[in-house]
T-cell receptor, first 113, second 116 residues
């Protein structure tokens, strides 16, 4: 079945540091890939997505590239801010008649001033 | 445009009771999905509804059920509550039609259920 593996953290960085959160997946077919972010006490917000191989999703300075050959979708940001502190989830949808999202365990990111 | 709303936001129940959670999707969205979030298991898919029909179901016992109304609002019910049902229950809506491609899911703030 579908599965997502992401580094669990927690990750603690100083402001303006470079961020990488690794994500790899197993899926049937050609999945769509997503990064969601969850701020304390809130639901999930879509951060970025990629729907086919070699697509790069980007939003708010975050980027991730859909790598089919390595089944990966690593999240990166060149310079993190305190306001980026949150839990980040990698997720996939394998399409077809499967309408659900399969999530990784989440990575807690804390950015210190 | 209003986002996904979930009521109530917080709920405390005791073992053996039942509970009903409500979700109102974004206007025009016809697909509603439910997820359970716990520290141990993470985010797990419960079920998805489209046009009042359940199309996908996750690996949960029959105590977990749901339904969708003609206005796309959805409810989920958990009967005979157990301590392990304590979780954040998230609802998500999507513009997804009956065509087999994926649309972005928009999540509500969740209902925090505590079972004592």
């Amino acid at each position: 079945g579908d599965s997502v593996t992401q580094m669990e953290g927690p990750v603690t960085l100083s402001e303006e540091a470079f961020l990488t959160i690794n994500c790899t997946y197993t899926a049937t077919g050609y999945p769509s890939l997503f990064w969601y972010v969850q701020y304390p006490g809130e639901g999930l917000q879509l951060l970025l997505k990629a729907t086919k191989a070699d697509d790069k999703g980007s939003n708010k300075g975050f980027e991730a590239t859909y790598r089919k050959e390595t089944t990966s979708f690593h999240l990166e940001k060149g310079s993190v801010q305190v306001s980026d502190s949150a839990v980040y989830f990698c997720a996939l949808n394998s399409g077809g008649s499967n309408y659900k999202l399969t999530f990784g365990k989440g990575t807690l990111l804390t950015v210190n001033p | 445009k209003a986002g996904v709303t979930q009521t109530p936001r917080y709920l405390i129940k005791t073992r053996g009771q039942q509970v009903t959670l409500s979700c109102s999707p974004i206007s025009g969205h016809r697909s509603v999905s439910w997820y359970q979030q716990t520290p141990g298991q993470g985010l797990q898919f419960l079920f998805e509804y489209f046009s009042e029909t359940q199309r996908n179901k996750g690996n949960f016992p029959g105590r977990f059920s749901g339904r969708q109304f003609s206005n796309s609002r959805s409810e989920m019910n958990v009967s005979t509550l157990e301590l392990g049902d304590s979780a954040l229950y998230l609802c998500a809506s999507s513009l997804l039609t009956n065509r087999a491609f994926y649309n972005e899911q928009f999540f509500g703030p969740g209902t925090r259920l505590t079972v004592l």
